[in-house]
């Protein structure tokens, strides 16, 4: 099956400064992908999505990098916040697998005020 | 806009019992996915449903049923519960099936004594 993992479990950041939170995936055919934010005892916060055919999408103060050729995705996020402080997942739909998103364990983040 | 909501928020059962969890998806969403979260995991994928079909089933025993009712709402059964059921059962709703942005509930805290 599908395997989503991330690099690192905990990062910490000085507020004010930026983040980088990477995952890698195994399943090349792999064609969309979401970051989520969860905050302790409340479900996920969609962030950002990517499709397979970009390498790069921007949002608010969040930007995530797709590499097809190493299956890598990365989160930035700039000028950290406390309030960003959460568990960073990112998800991935295998095409044609409707609904079916496959998360890692997580990156904790703690930004440091 | 209402979210995606589910009821029970929490729940205690004891082993060999049966539960049932309700989710409303966003309005105009036609499509939802059900998803367990042990502490300290990632969700995993367990069901989802479009169109009051099952669209795809994850990796779980059959004591895990779920459907979805013409309004699009859909409940999560699971029987002869183990202590290994414990977990955050989440709902995620998406307007169509495929890659398209998907968006979590607070989920059910399931706890099983």
């Known amino acids: 099956g599908e395997s989503v993992g991330l690099h690192l479990p905990t990062l910490s950041v000085q507020e004010g400064d930026n983040s980088i939170i990477n995952c890698a995936y195994s399943n090349s055919a792999s064609d969309y992908f979401i970051w989520y934010k969860q905050e302790s005892g409340k479900g996920p916060q969609f962030i950002i999505d990517i499709r397979s055919n970009m390498d790069k999408r921007q949002g608010q103060r969040v930007t995530v990098l797709l590499n097809k050729t190493v299956k890598h995705l990365s989160l930035q996020i700039a000028a950290t916040q406390p309030g960003d402080s959460a568990v960073y997942f990112c998800a991935e739909n295998a095409a044609a697998g409707g609904n079916q998103f496959y998360f890692g364990t997580g990156t904790s983040l703690t930004v440091i005020p | 806009d209402a979210g995606v909501t589910q009821s029970p928020t929490h729940l205690i059962k004891t082993r060999g019992q049966h539960v049932t969890l309700r989710c409303s998806p966003i309005s105009g969403h036609k499509s939802v996915s059900w998803y367990q979260q042990v502490l300290g995991q990632g969700p995993q994928f367990i069901f989802q449903?479009?169109?009051?079909?099952?669209?795809g089933r994850g990796n779980f025993p059959d004591r895990f049923s779920a459907r979805q009712f013409p309004n699009y709402s859909s409940e999560l059964n699971v029987n002869a519960l183990l202590l290994g059921d414990s977990a955050l059962y989440l709902c995620?709703?998406?307007?169509?099936?495929?890659?398209?942005?998907?968006?979590f509930g607070p989920g059910t805290r399931l706890t099983v004594t």
């Open positions: 995620a709703s998406s307007f169509v099936t495929g890659s398209y942005e998907q968006y």
């Open positions: 449903y479009y169109e009051k079909e099952e669209r």
